[in-house]
Structure formats: C-alpha cells, structure tokens
C-alpha cells in the first residue's frame, strides 16, 4: 500500500476530461494572453469572495509583492509576519526592500500570536501581514483592531486558505488587501503557476492591474495619474478592441511586472473553482475522521492533532500533526507506505536568507517548537475512507 500526501492524479481521473477540453478550446483559440477565460475567472473569483475587485497574476509570491508595492511599501518601512509560514511571506516583504519584522505564533492555531503584535510596532510599520497557515484562520477581528489604532494596512496571506471562513466571513475579504496562490497543490491548484490579488478600493485595484503588466496602457495611466495627484486626461478609443490589439499597451506610465495568469491555467482554474466547495467539504469532513479516530491517542502516543475555533471554517490545505517523536513517527508512517511533509523545517528568522536581520535560536520561542514538532499526514479531496483508516491503523500501532 501506498499513500500519498497528496494524490492529484485522483483528481485528473474525476476531471481530467473536462479540463482537456478547456485547454484545447484555448489551444484553437490561440488567445494565450489576457483573453475571455482570465476575465472571467477574475470575475467568478470575485464572486465567489463577493469582492469587487479580484486581479489575477503569476503566482502567490507576485501577489504579495503587488500588493506591498500597489500600498507603496518599500524601502525603510516595516511589515510585521509570522516567523512559521513559507519562505515567499517574508521574502515578499524583504523583495520590495522592506523589513519583515516576526512576532511569534500561537502554539493551538499555528497563527500570528495578535498579543504581541503591538510591542512590535514602531514608527516605520506600515503593514500586518497575517497568514492563514494550513486553512486555518488568524484572529481577524483583533488585527483589524491593532490595524485600525495604530493606522496601518493589513495584507492578507490566503495563499492556504481558499474557501476558508472566519465568523462567516471567507479569508482574503477582510483585510485591506489579500493574495492566494494556484500553486498545484493548493486547495485550488492549477497545472502550473498562477495567483490572485483581492482588493476593495478602487484605487489599489488600478495600481495592482497596472504595476503586473508593465504599468502600460489605460490602467497604467489611471495608476500614475493617483499616485502623482494628477488628472491627466485618459483617451480610450472605445472602438478599439482592446484584447486583440491594444494600442496603449506600448504607453508605459509606472515601473511594473510581467506577471500575467495565462489563458490555459485560467481557462483550468475556471473549472476547478465550481468544485472547491464540494472539495474543501471532503477535506473537512477527512479532517474529522482523523480527529475522531485519533484523538483517544493523543497522550499515549504524544501527538496533539489540529485545534479550530468554533467560529473558524479551517480548510485543511493542510493536515498537521505535532508529535514529540516526529521522525520516529514519519519513519514509521513511511515504513508502512504512508507519504508525509514537513511542514516547516526551519522558521523565517532562522532561513539563511535572512541572516541579515539579525535574529537568532530562541527568539520565538513557539515557532521553534513548533517546527521541530509538525508534519501533514495525506489531506486531499479524492482520499478514501478506508486509506484514512489504514493510515489511522498504523499511527495507532506505532510505538514510541
Ligand atoms: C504557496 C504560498 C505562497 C506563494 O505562492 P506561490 O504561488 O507558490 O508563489 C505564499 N504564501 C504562502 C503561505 C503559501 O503557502
């Protein structure tokens, strides 16, 4: 037997078909670039958040670094993080020549512990950048408050958390601004790289549409008239066909990206996103098997399973164990055929990367612990009942 972490092959055999036949409708197309199935996947995204404004891009790491950028955020300011997440949170910040400045986690969320996040405020702190780690939703409403006080943005990092809810609101809605990734492997993957910027404000929205793509064109003239306080006239023949040929796309007004979502990915994603509903649904119902099954557990075999707030919709990107013998467990679980992921090996403040900033072991505490502890056991849509028991049977014979 063998299981996998993650098994997207399950998923091309439920809708592999249905997807070949969007890529080749794009193929015959030959609208590779900003055409009709990345307009409307921008649009059934933002309806699927109920925001206004859903403005696609390269991948997650692009929509961070958009949308510091599109906030102004850049040299000589601060943006507050957590230390246990990807390395692309923090470096986003570090990319737009900010500081990522680490506040601890909670031990039971896995989350930005919001206690201490005003003791790491200082005058240059410009933005909180709190990230939803494995589905699981940070204490919203008291960032928004901490936010409010002391007047500063706050950029959600829903890269995980697609579908997630926090009291009935879904993730990415309720900061200033909010980045997912359709990395593969995300609740909401696609067959390559791919992401999204959420935002409300008009204004931003504009930014973040100019600055992805060369900040050329109508939307990069209404960027640079905001950001400079003009009113410049903007002149849009309305009979051009601005998706075929775009005669202002050579007019370049802000220093920008090439970060596009191309057709094909967006043309998958469009499919895909009918089902997210109906998978998250498996993933949490997955999750309660195992937290059923496992829980009588927890104190023989010294693991603790995942902790969701009652007012929280957690959506398992991520199943995460925490284990006081983790590699003794892994190596037990992969023995009997059970694939698993460390997820993560080594906190921002300690990555090589950062060396600069001048953290060091024993700094955050939690996050330290908690990466030496945690592992995801398999978490995906199309897992069966009885490999969930399997993987359950042999957790349950191991011996510490
Ligand atoms: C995946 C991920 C990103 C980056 O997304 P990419 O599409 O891989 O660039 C950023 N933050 C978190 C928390 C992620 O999980």
């Not at 039971?108 to 206690?115: E, G, L, P, Q």
């Not at 928004?144 to 009935?168: F, H, P, S, T, W």
Request: glycine share 8%; net charge negative.
């Amino acid at each position: 037997m063998n299981i996998p972490l993650i098994d997207l092959k399950a998923q091309n055999k439920a809708i592999g078909s249905e997807l070949m036949n969007q890529i080749e409708n794009v193929m015959s197309s030959t609208q590779f670039i900003m055409g009709p199935e990345v307009k409307a996947f921008e649009m059934n995204f933002s309806k699927y958040l109920g925001v206004k404004h859903a403005i696609s891009c390269g991948n997650g790491t692009d929509a961070l670094v958009i949308a510091l950028e599109a906030l102004g955020i850049g040299e000589g300011d601060e943006v507050i993080t957590t230390p246990y997440t990807f390395f692309a949170t923090g470096e986003s910040i570090a990319y737009v020549g900010a500081t990522p400045v680490f506040v601890d986690v909670e031990a039971d969320s896995f989350n930005i512990d919001v206690t201490k996040i005003e003791a790491a405020i200082t005058p240059r702190t410009k933005a909180i950048m709190p990230v939803h780690l494995f589905g699981n939703a940070c204490d919203m409403d008291e960032i928004m408050q901490i936010a409010d006080r002391n007047n500063l943005y706050v950029i959600e990092d829903a890269c995980q958390a697609i579908g997630g809810e926090y009291k009935g609101r879904k993730l990415g809605t309720i900061g200033h601004i909010a980045c997912f990734s359709f990395f593969p492997t995300k609740n909401l993957g696609a067959a390559g790289d791919g992401g999204m910027i959420i935002a409300n404000d008009d204004q931003i929205a504009i930014i973040c549409k100019a600055i992805k793509a060369h900040g050329s064109g109508e939307n990069g003239q209404k960027a640079s008239n905001f950001l400079n306080g003009m009113t410049e006239e903007i002149i849009i023949d309305q009979n051009e066909d601005n998706t075929v040929y775009n005669p202002f796309k050579y007019y370049n007004y802000l220093i920008g990206h090439n970060s596009r979502l191309d057709e094909i990915q967006a043309a998958i994603l469009n499919v895909k996103l009918k089902y997210l509903d109906e998978w998250n649904t498996a993933r949490i119902d997955h999750a309660e098997v195992y937290t059923q099954t496992l829980h009588p557990f927890e104190q023989s075999l010294k693991f603790t399973l995942p902790k969701v707030a009652s007012h929280v919709k957690h959506v398992y990107h991520m199943y995460i164990l925490r284990a006081e013998n983790k590699s003794a467990l892994i190596q037990h679980l992969k023995d009997n055929g059970v694939s698993t992921g460390v997820y993560y090996p080594v906190p921002l403040h300690l990555q090589k990367a950062f060396l600069q900033l001048g953290y060091k072991k024993g700094d955050f505490p939690v996050a330290e612990y908690l990466s030496e502890r945690t592992f995801a056991i398999p978490m995906y849509a199309e897992l069966t009942h009885s490999q969930q028991m399997s993987i359950c049977e042999i957790i349950k014979r191991f011996r510490l």
